[in-house]
Each structure stands twice: as structure tokens, then as C-alpha cells.
């Protein structure tokens, strides 16, 4: 199933100033503006500038526009807190430390034909293999060359590092494989998927992709499964998960997610699992090298427990995390 990516880069400059930790290489001209536009409508930061000689570098700048939960996070170093997949360096209400337990407890399981599949929250140690999948995927549906990898390597990175202080709020899932063989024996666990979830308005991305979803929503984005393993329910279930988790973060019953027009599979798994069109890119979009895309919302049902962990944000009472 191909990957509906919609990566935003919001880039902390104090920690990506020099020159010698960016990443360098020559983009040739016919794909320079397809590879860089379909970053920079969803990210303002960085900035790409292109050179004559067909090379280009990144200008980092702050941004006033941020919101206030998230100006107090580089506070604390970004190495401090990938030490623990839940320490995401702010302080936190009662109420958030109680979500964030909940996430690091979270666990769904589904036995498929071929095997089964393992969903939870995405750690620490898990980061630089769920980089790799998403720059694959994100590389794939741009037809970029495979040696543009390493770049989109290094921007996915910046941008979990960056998304995840905004936890509980929103989660990156991971969803772990264990292929079925003859006789009954089980093959060597290996990660088969991701997607992103977001549960409110404090979890959202600064600049969603067009149409753009309500931001006191939920959204779901960023949806890759790896290649060898498509075909075989695995998006499906992450798309399930995503659902059963945002029940339990949140209120609201609706949640949203896009889908490229192209993408005839995956907008025919999100039909079949309920998720109606509401708005269609506009054809202005082509004239930005991007693709047009659909944004579809399903109401999901009401939990006969309703849960209790989604409180007002206007909770003031903090903990450190």
C-alpha cells in the first residue's frame, strides 16, 4: 500500500546552525522544485535555497508564529530526552503524566493469516528504524532516487525529535510483524509499519496539508507499511489502532486523514473502513508540483465506557516529566 506522507519539519536552530551537521548533495535540476515544494507548504522551516551550480543548502530561522505549549520545550536537551521514549523534556499536568502512562501501556494485537501483528507507541530505540521506513515510503511517493534517502533521513529525524515533545497529545505508532511458516514455527519479529496520530489541537501540526482538517481534531497522518509486507491487512490494523487509541485520548468522535487522488488503495481501504470525502484539493495545488488530495472524515462510534482521560487543557496543576 503506498504511503499518504504529510512531514513537517519544524527544525530547532540553536542545535542545526553549522554547517557540518547538515547534509549536503547535489539535487539536479528537474527535481529540485518537485522534491522542495512538497516539503515547504506543509513546513516553513527550514528553507531551502537552491545554487547555480545545482547545489543547495538550508537557512534556519525562529518562528514567532509557534504555539506557547511548545516554546518551553527545547528547554531541555533533545539527547535528554530520547534517553526515555516518555520523557519529552516540559513539565506536565497530572492529567498529561496519566495519558502518557496510558500511551506507554498502550498495546493492540491482531492475529492475521500469515501472522501477527504487535501495535504500540513508538520508543526511544525504535526511532532510527522508523526513520528508515518513512523516508523509504516518503521517497517512493515522490519517485525520488534512491540516494535521496539519506536526506530525507535526516529531515524525518528533526521532525519525530521535534513532534514528540508535543506527547500526550499525540503518539508516532508502530506496528511489529511476526510472519507465520510452515509447521507452525515463527519468523524473526521485524517493524512493519508506522503512522502518526494526533488527538487535539495542542497535538496538531503548525501547517497540515491541504484541505486543511479542524485542528481540535483528531487526525491521522504519515501512514507507511513496509513494501515486502503490503498486501496483507497490515495498514489496515494501523489504521484500527489509530482509531481504538483516539477513543481513548479523546472526546471528539471525528476524526480526519488524507489521501492523494492517485492512491486508488488506500482511498479504497479508508471507504471501506468508513471514512466519507468532505473536501478535495483544489487544482491550484498542481501549479505547487503537488498532488491533489482528498481530506475524509469518519465519526467514530461512541465507547459504551466512556473514557476518562481526556480533560480540559485549561488544567494548570504540573509535574515534572
Known sequence: MAATISLSFPLDPQKLHH??????????????????TRLSPIYKYPLATFHRDGTFSFNF??????????????????????????????????DELEKL????????????????????????????MTIGLLAESFAESMVLPVGYVSVLKFLVKQYLVER??????MATLIGFYKETVEGGEEQEVQLAGTVEVCFNKRGANVSPPTPTPPKDSPYICNMAVKDSLRRRGIGWHLLKAS???????????????HCRMIDAAPLNMYKKADYKIVK????????????RKYLMRKKLPLLSNPPKLDVPESDTEKSSA
Open 243 to 257: 482509531e481504538e487509541l483516539i477513543s481513548q485520548m479523546s472526546s471528539s468522535r471525528e476524526v480526519y486523514l
Open 280 to 291: 478535495t484539493d483544489s487544482v491550484l495545488v498542481l501549479l505547487m508540483l503537488q498532488r
Open 164 to 169: 514528540k515533545v508535543q506527547m500526550p497529545h
Open 19 to 36: 554547517p557540518s551537521r547538515l547534509p549536503s548533495s547535489s539535487v539536479p535540476r528537474h527535481l529540485q522544485s518537485r522534491f522542495f
Open 61 to 94: 530561522k525562529s518562528s514567532s508564529s509557534s504555539s506557547s505549549h511548545s516554546s518551553t520545550t527545547l528547554s531541555t536537551p533533545t539527547s535528554s530526552c530520547q534517553q526515555d521514549p516518555f520523557r519529552i523534556g516540559r513539565f506536565l499536568s497530572n
Open 101 to 128: 502512562k496510558f500511551l506507554e501501556n498502550f498495546v493492540y494485537f491482531k492475529e492475521l493469516k500469515s501472522g501477527s501483528l504487535r501495535v504500540r507507541v513508538m520508543g526511544e530505540e525504535e526511532m532510527d
